[in-house]
Each structure stands twice: as C-alpha cells, then as structure tokens.
C-alpha cells in the first residue's frame, strides 16, 4: 500500500469515527441493521485482504456481509467460502451468479437482498481493495446520526490528496471535468460523481426506481440522479485514494460518453423531454410556471367571473388548486386518487376517462368550463371525450384544451434521425397513445362541435431549463424563444392551448 494510505493512518481513521449512542427513550437498544455488500470480479487475490481489513471494533455492528462474485473467470467464489469457513466475526453470505450481471446489475441484485433482509443501511465495497473498509465506521456515521439518505466518498474533497494517492494524471482530469459538467445539469455541489464507495439508507434505495437502471459501470451516476430528483440527501465524506496494480475494467471514453448522456437526458426531462426511468413511473404531474399552459389557462380563468370548472385529468390536483384561490368551484377527476387530491379540489371523482366522463360528473353539471389540461393525448378517444364536454357545458360555457405539439422540433428530429421512443415527460411522454400536431387537434375540436375562438402556443420552460433564476441569460432565450414561437409556432411552440365554444352555424374557425 502506497504512503497516502499508511496502516496507522487508517487506523487512526477508525479510532476517530463517531461513537453515537443509539439507545431509545426507553432504554432499549436501536442500533441500525447494517450490511455491506461487496461487489467483486476476478477478486481472488485481494477478497480476503479486503475482509481482513474491515475494523475489528466495527464487526460486531454488522449484520450482513453479501460477498456477490459476478461470474468471476478464477477462484474468487472459492476464496469468499474458504474465509467464510475460518471467519467467526463476520456474517458472511457467500453468492455466485451464474451469469455476469455487470458492475450496476451486481449492485440491483445486492441491494434487493439489503431490502428484502430488512437491513437499515448498505454499504459498498470493492473486492479489488480499491476503497478502505477502515472508513465504514465514517462512511456511515451520517446516516446514522439522521443526517443523509445517502453518503459518497470522495477522493476529491481534500485538496492533493488523490494525485498524492496515486490518482493518474488523466484520471484526475477527467473526474474533475465529469464532476463539474454533472453538477452543472443536476444542480449539485459535489466534489466526486465517480467514486464507489457509498452507503444508502435502504429505505432511501426502495423509494426509487434503481431496478431499472444501467447494468453497467454509469449505475452508480443513474442512482444519484434518482436520489436528486427524489429530493434525497446526499452528504460526502472524505476517503483516502489508492490505486495498485488491480485491473480496471472501465472503458473510459464509454464511461464518460454515458455518464454525459445520463445528466443531458435527466436534465431534458426536467425540461419535458427525455429523463429515462430516471423520475421513476407513475408520478404526480407537477404544476407548470411562467410561459407554460397553466400560466395561460390560470390567466383565461383569472378573467372570468365566478364559475363551476370540471377539471377532467386533474392528476394530484395542483392546478385545480390555483383555479380554486381564483375563486371558482372545481370538480376534478382521475383514474388514480394521489395524495392530497381530495384537499385541491372542491370535490373528487375516481373514473377512467378512456370510459368518458362518468356519471357522477355528468350529474353534477352544468358546468361553466370543462378543462382539458394534458389528457387529451392520455385518452384513445379524445373526440368522444369532447362532445361529452360539450353536453356537460352550461349555456356560455367554453372547453379548455392543452396539448403537447408533436410538430415541435425536438420530436421532428428525433423522428428524422430514426430515434423515436417515448420520454419519461413531454412530447413524448409514455403515457401518451395520441399525438396531436395543430392541425389535427384543430380538426378534431371542430369534430367534437366546438368552435376555438381563441388558442395560444408557449415555448419551451426554460425555468426548468435554465434551473430558476431570472438573470440575463434566461430573459434573452426568453426574448429568442417567444420570437420563434411567434414567427413559426408549428416548429417551435411546445405546447398548444385552445379555448372553444359550443359550434354556432357561421361560426369564425381558427386554422
């Protein structure tokens, strides 16, 4: 081992870390359940040097050891049930896959046993020796003091310390210039994306997503991403760096090419387009800020007096709930009830509106607008829907739609190049089954029996885009922005939001 990382220096490590007492009101003991997974391939040679070295003043705290040899070509398997035979400290369960998982696909499968052994915190380790078991104790102590969901080491985070460890010279660069791009499209201060050794609370881990992650060596940006945009709390600790003469699978240039494309697509998908599984499934649909249809819906309802809304699709709510504060009374319905829903909305329906409107919304009328906001593209029968609107209406009464553009020039690229799939949100979000240009919506609202009598395009959110803010910068994309929506808004707007009356003979049509 190299001078950076000198025995008594790691030790003192181990002497230094916290020791918290963990003792209920009551007196009983409620030390977390703590488990480490190691990952290892063709670890032979360094797996027991690895398990020697976790601190002996810490094994009594662990509750799990998972050993997972990924299809390891040589003995690596054998070793981990040789030290498991002669180990009496350490609770070893010994796994072999059969088939190699991969980097991320090793880590899937430990951290499902982690759940399903209803462990409190994991940990990962290397079995190439390439991370110090003597931190655990640091490693963890946030986590265990309430402090973080998940914790990271760094290499990074005291200056010199990684090129004094033996960090190549090209290495350092690189994560140095990775870091910087990735905290750029997340939002994060982090001093190290590409360390792997971390430790996660495992009720942080069940609350996303990560099965469906890479299988590959990005897993570990994948994870942070989806600890970010769950709003989880990552903390870092200091970790010495060593480097010897393990062999390094990674494919650099690959690594940094996938990584790149993790934070570019989360950051798209924030901004509506293309996130991956990185949100997860399933979510409740957020409320959209400036330059958005729900600006431009809450601005045509701000000018109406006080009027009955059915808020078809409402999802979780949260738009019902600005209408509501403008005054006026809403009915909202969705197939699935989100938490709160119930608080948004001045009463609430559980219908699947693939089947129309339900009954209980149609006894409820009339009503003064029928609000279509983001559904019309969720539904296999949007015309259907709409002349069902149209019933429910009150004399004077008026439809409100908002649709995706799929006209939009990302869509159209992503067409040309032979790229089409579905995004987590936006045009392309996959959950849509129709896809509307403007043309076509146009027609169908005409269709449905209705007259637009009034319709608007906004541009792409660059609050998303731009991550809040209102400097320079963002106000002149803005200038640019709605100059292009306006000049060409089948190219550039982003979403379409149509107003319209029940048809009269004679009637003015928008096309």
Known sequence: MNEALSEMDLDEMSANAPDIDRTSESGQNSLPRIGILVVAYNAESTLASVLDRVPKSFRPRISEVF?????????????????????????????????????????????????????????????????APECLPEIIAPLERGEADAVMGSRMMEPGAA???????????????????????????????????????????????????????????????????????????????YYGDEICYVDGLKYAKDVSTDVVRYRLGKLGFDSGDFGGVGEEYGLKQADSSHATILRWLEARPTARVLDLGCSGGLLSERV???????????????????????????????????????????????????????????????????????????????VPNFGHWYARTRTLLGLFDYDQRGVLDNGHVRFFMRRGLLRRIRGAGFTVVHQEATGLPLDVLMNGGDGPARRALRIIDRFLVTARPTLFGYQFICMSEPATTGAQQFD
């Open 67 to 131: 050993v997972c040899d990924d299809a390891s070509g040589d003995s690596t398997y054998l070793v981990g049930l040789g030290y498991k035979h002669l180990s009496d400290d350490l609770p070893l369960d010994i796994i072999r896959h059969p088939q190699n998982l991969g980097y991320g696909g090793n880590q899937k499968a430990g951290y499902r046993m982690a759940i399903d052994k209803g462990l409190d915190i994991i940990v990962m380790l290397h079995g190439d020796g390439q991370y």
């Open 324 to 402: 509501m504060q403008l005054g006026h009374h809403v009915t909202g319905v969705d197939v699935l009830e989100i938490d709160g829903v119930r608080d948004r909305v001045d009463h609430f329906i559980v219908a699947d509106l693939d089947q129309g409107i339900p009954a209980e919304a149609r006894e409820g009328g009339p009503y003064d607008v029928v609000l279509c906001a983001d559904i019309l593209e969720h539904v296999r029968q949007p015309e259907q829907l709409m002349r069902q609107a149209r019933d429910v209406l009150a004399p004077g009464g008026v439809l409100i739609t908002s």
């Open 163 to 241: 090129r004094k460890g033996g960090m190549p010279l090209y290495k350092y660069v690189g994560n140095r210039i990775l870091t910087r791009f990735e905290n750029q499209m997340l939002g994060t201060d982090l001093t190290e994306f590409h360390s792997g050794y971390r430790a996660y609370r495992v009720d942080a881990l069940k609350a996303i997503p990560f099965e469906s992650n890479s299988d590959n060596f990005n897993f570990d940006t994948q994870i942070i991403i989806q600890m970010v945009n769950a709003g989880k709390r990552i903390v870092e600790v200091p970790i010495p760096t």
